[in-house]
């Protein structure tokens, strides 16, 4: 299922093969429906911060990120 070269990206992420297995069979079983009631929209499921405030998230990712281990970011 998985190359040589694909084993060895995934050790060198430190990502588990049997991981990735459990991963690859769920995506052949599929996923389970999600029903939503309604979407996110700003204020009520979504933040939203003004400019000066957003600056400030972004200098502070940008000095932290580097120490961090980021596994997913989902942007709204």
């Given amino acids: 299922m ?3 070269q694909d084993l060895l ?10 991981t990735i297995g459990k991963q690859i069979e769920t995506f052949r079983k599929g996923f389970i ?4 009631s309604r979407a996110a929209v700003a204020g009520d499921g979504i ?7 957003r600056k400030n998230l972004v ?3 940008d000095q932290h990120c580097s120490s961090q281990r980021i596994v997913k970011f989902v942007p709204a």
């Avoid at 429906?33 to 939503?36: A, E, F, K």
């Fill in 2 to 4: 998985l190359t040589p």
């Fill in 9 to 18: 990206q995934v050790k060198e992420k430190g990502i588990d093969p049997v």
């Fill in 33 to 36: 429906p999600v029903h939503l």
């Fill in 47 to 53: 933040l939203s911060f003004p400019a000066d405030e």
């Fill in 59 to 61: 200098a502070y990712f």
